[in-house]
């Protein structure tokens, strides 16, 4: 069976160095897996857009050699996980597994961190909002294209895709776990499951990891010793 590539898609205002992002390639490098974290802040975070996201994560999937495909997307690079499955589908590269972290499938409907309907009226109306990265602890500001241009893409819309985990927690104050709930109720092919975490899910690094290893075909934590490897064909976590 041919070895699978893993691509891990951070969130927004984060990057590849992200605790998760981490976590995900030391346990998969304990599996003799590669997992390529593509900087989404690049060229210029200033102008970020999901159009460009989606694009640049389906690019490093295009350079890939023959093979399965895992994506694990993050918060906003959880959304544009679930839509570059989508365009994948019909292509040379089909995404065989998702692994969705508090996903922000809603994003573009609903107020963006603690701006608030008046904060969320003023980056419309001045056109950019100056924040702090996460990732790199500067002032940086994002124009307001990031929003409008993610009003194109409805997840709930999205109906072909692969056996789908998410991972979301009960006390996310960023994104509704009722959004997640609603997502994967109406979705025989996702499993859903809900931990006592908040947003960044770093509470529980083993949980998160062990749900993703059994998903995947991983017996973590057992597979170093029983070198049972990924299988491609679906397991019960992916029904």
């Not at 970020?48 to 993050?74: E, H």
């Not at 934590?221 to 029904?239: C, F, H, L, N, V």
């Amino acid at each position: 069976m041919a070895t699978p590539h893993c691509l891990y898609l951070h969130g927004f205002a984060s990057s590849p160095a992200s605790s998760k992002a981490g976590l995900f390639r030391e346990r998969l490098a304990a599996e003799g897996l590669m997992l390529h974290c593509p900087d989404l802040n690049q060229p210029d975070f200033a102008t970020l857009t999901t159009s460009r996201m989606i694009a640049q994560a389906a690019a490093t999937v295009a350079t890939l050699p023959p093979g399965p495909v895992v994506l694990i997307g993050s918060s906003l690079g959880a959304f544009v996980a679930l839509h570059v499955a989508e365009g994948a589908a019909a292509g040379p590269h089909p995404i065989e597994r998702l692994v969705l972290l508090a996903p922000a499938l809603d994003f573009g409907r609903r107020p963006v961190g603690e701006l608030g309907a008046e904060g969320m009226a003023r980056w419309r109306d001045e056109g950019w909002w100056e924040m702090t990265h996460h990732a790199s602890g500067e002032r940086c500001r994002v124009h307001y294209e990031l929003f409008r241009d993610a009003q194109r893409y409805d997840s709930f819309a999205v109906r072909r895709t692969p056996p789908t985990l998410v991972l979301q927690g009960r006390r996310d104050d960023v994104v509704d776990p009722d959004m997640v709930t609603r997502f994967a109720a109406a979705r025989p092919h996702v499993t859903l499951l809900m931990l006592d975490d908040d947003h960044r899910l770093t509470a529980e690094p083993d949980a998160l990891w062990e749900a993703t290893a059994r998903f995947l075909g991983l017996s973590a934590p057992d597979s170093r010793r029983t070198g049972r490897r990924w299988r491609s064909e679906p397991d019960a976590a992916g029904k």
